[in-house]
């Protein structure tokens, strides 16, 4: 159990730790660039953001298959995996990195208007970006194996380390000079740093002499059957979490889309927390599901999700009471009075959503990953169809609306991990049923 609770703490630090630095640092960085240069700062972070989401879209994969041949013995594979998948990354990362690279001159002229200074600026932020994004896609190679060996601080200990003090250098570098492409440029020599430290640490657990590339068959094969849906999942997960942003601001204008970003910022801890927090889940379930009946799996996993129950009834319980309050003091009376229609509807997608971990993180484990990524991007569509459908009706209304719709398709995840325990269960008992019969023969 101590190890449980370690691993959920440090799931929720490396969740929290990088955003809470941020709404520290970016005051400073706004009032020592100015609006246009903290503009293009934040577009570039978003890239490396996007990016790498996309070019670590295997990361899942990883983890279940070294958690799983971990639990049936097989010492092997571990390092087989890691180094399939620091190829698949690198392949991934270097032709999205080659792709925002070609791109960063169209982006940059739009983003900065009619000034060819910030133009020039922008265009090298950008590129540093598409370098960062895929140091950060083999970064995720590293953490993704730690976790399937159950240790999260490890890992998660230097990532916290190397992006804290990135943020620390970039607000401190602001006093002294207003060149964003130094930011990012000092940003991506402490991430290289940062994903140094995380090779050591990963040679010296896997007992390895080398990580480079290898594309071994076995271990591509067991990769690529799960993670083409993993990767699938992460860039829908991408495309969705921007659409509802996207539609309003088009049907509704720009104070509809402060109103609405803010309402779901502020909610959004709700899956967030859950989602980190009970992230150790996946890898522990993966490594028993190989040696373990389903019976005995039932018990952490109803344990699991009573944590996820209680966790989301009393989070969404303080902002269905005081979201409104809060979102007053925090973004002005303007904000929180268009924010008021919607409030309660999207504190209860948030909370479905949460809802959603426990049964999510099981069916990977299961390698039913498959049926995850099938309910998340049916769900997104619908979403998408009733915000195209809504919004011209109901407008800012329609839009949470649809949102509440993705939540509750999310939901039904739990059918099909009920169906697969239930299923063992009678399997089980029928062979149990049939021995006294086989004695007797």
Not at 203 to 209: P, V
Not at 266 to 279: K, N, V
Not at 343 to 356: E, F, Q
Request: aromatic share 8%; glycine share 8%.
């Amino acid at each position: 159990m101590k190890t449980h609770l370690s691993n959920a703490v440090y799931g929720v630090l490396d969740y929290g730790a990088y955003p809470i630095g941020m709404l520290i640092v970016a005051p400073v960085v706004l009032h020592n660039l100015g609006v246009d240069r903290f503009g293009i700062w934040t577009v570039a972070n978003a890239v490396v953001s996007t990016g790498s989401i996309i070019a670590a879209g295997f990361g899942d994969a990883n983890i279940q298959h070294v958690a799983s041949r971990r639990g049936a013995g097989d010492r092997n594979a571990p390092l087989r995996a890691v180094r399939a998948l620091m190829g698949i990354n690198l392949i991934l990362s270097v032709a999205i990195a080659v792709l925002g690279w070609v791109l960063s001159p169209i982006v940059a002229a739009h983003v900065a208007g009619s000034s060819a200074t910030l133009e020039h600026t922008c265009l090298w932020s950008l590129r540093i970006a598409c370098v960062m994004l895929a140091v950060r896609a083999m970064e995720s190679v590293c953490v993704s194996t730690q976790r399937a060996f159950e240790r999260y601080g490890a890992a998660v200990r230097i990532s916290i380390v190397a992006r804290l003090l990135a943020l620390a250098a970039v607000a401190g570098l602001t006093w002294m000079s207003q060149s964003v492409v130094a930011l990012m440029g000092v940003t991506c020599l402490l991430t290289l740093a940062g994903l140094g430290l995380q090779l050591i640490r990963l040679k010296q657990l896997l007992g390895a002499n080398s990580l480079m590339p290898a594309f071994d068959r076995g271990a591509m094969h067991a990769l690529m059957s799960f993670g083409a849906f993993s990767w699938l999942q992460a860039v829908s997960g991408v495309i969705f979490s921007q659409v509802d942003r996207l539609t309003l601001g088009v049907s509704l204008g720009a104070a509809a889309v402060a109103a609405y970003a803010l309402c779901a910022q502020m909610t959004q801890p709700i899956f967030g927390f859950a989602s980190s927090g009970l992230h150790f889940l996946f890898p522990y379930l993966s490594n028993r599901s190989a040696s373990m009946s389903s019976a005995a799996l039932r018990r952490p996993l109803l344990i699991a999700f009573a944590f996820n129950l209680a966790f989301v009834a009393a989070s969404s319980g303080v902002l269905l009471l005081f979201g409104n309050r809060l979102l007053r003091a925090w973004a002005g009376a303007e904000i929180a009075r268009n924010a008021a229609p919607i409030m309660s509807v999207i504190v209860w997608s948030a909370a479905l959503l949460g809802l959603n971990v426990t049964a999510t993180y099981a069916l990977m484990a299961l390698g039913r990953i498959r049926i995850v990524a099938g309910f998340n991007i049916a769900s997104g569509v619908v979403m998408l169809v009733l915000m195209l459908y809504l919004t011209p009706r109901f407008g800012i209304e329609g839009i949470a609306l649809a949102r509440l719709s993705y939540a509750l398709i999310s939901l039904f995840l739990y059918i099909p991990l009920l169906t697969h325990f239930l299923g063992k269960s009678a399997a089980h008992e029928h062979l149990r049923a049939l021995e006294p019969v086989k004695e007797q023969m």
